[in-house]
């Protein structure tokens, strides 16, 4: 089920895309709030919550900033935030389709200051079904071969214990609504999905036993653009502002990355 070329473009998009990003932590404590504000604050009971909590130690979030965005969900302490999905689309240099997914408590203001950061690199924020029909919605969950041992067999901290990656794959290939598998360079394997399969899909590979670095749902472009020189530099500077945008989670375009 791996070597399927037509997934790599995607995903070597969204690994430079989470590269320039440089707000990881910001990212992280949201997506936390956001899990805990949907289905509580115990990990153990909450899937979301238990893979963005890994997620989170992974990039090196402080163990009290995890609980505070614990709380901010729950609404320990206060009154909870809460969170709101939406995604806007429009045209950037050179007539790229851009795509943006936010996470927001407020999306009034959003929405007035995605555009406006559309009009300052020269494009404009189109109506709901200007470029999506040009992009395929499916899932991508991020698996690592292997299982967390509890902290009281190695002292404080939890471990994760490697598995061999093609046992690995066998295991959860067999779980309905897997589209590919792909073997990384590392202990990790993408495994994409239908969007509607994502969730019970990570679920399942999270019974399993296995540890989810991350699970969420990507867009792929039906047709890709190339833009060379100028024009290229400039489509890249517009997609680096709006990623570094502080309440966007994703950027999807159909410029082909260099």
Known sequence: MSGHSKWSTIKHKKEA?????????SKVSTQITHAARKGGGDPDMNPSL????????SIGFPIDNIKKAIAKGTGEGGDGITFE???YEGFGPGGIAIIV???TDNKNR????????????????GKVGSVSWNFETRGLITVRCGHMEKGEK??????FVKEDKEEVMMTIMDIDGILDIEEEDNDELSVFTEFQDMTRVRDEVSKLG???KDAEIIKISKMDKELEGE????????IEILEDYNDVQNVWTDLVIK
């Open 231 to 238: 024009d290229y530099e400039k489509a890249i500077k517009a």
């Open 17 to 25: 895309n989470d590269a320039k990003k440089g707000k990881a932590f």
């Open 210 to 212: 296995y540890v989810l």
């Open 50 to 57: 238990r893979m963005y909590i890994e997620k989170a130690k």
């Open 101 to 103: 997914d936010v996470l």
């Open 154 to 159: 190695h002292g404080d901290e939890d471990v």
């Open 85 to 87: 999905e939406a995604s």
């Open 110 to 125: 959003v929405v007035s200051e995605v555009r406006n950061i559309f009009s300052d690199f020269g494009g404009n924020l």
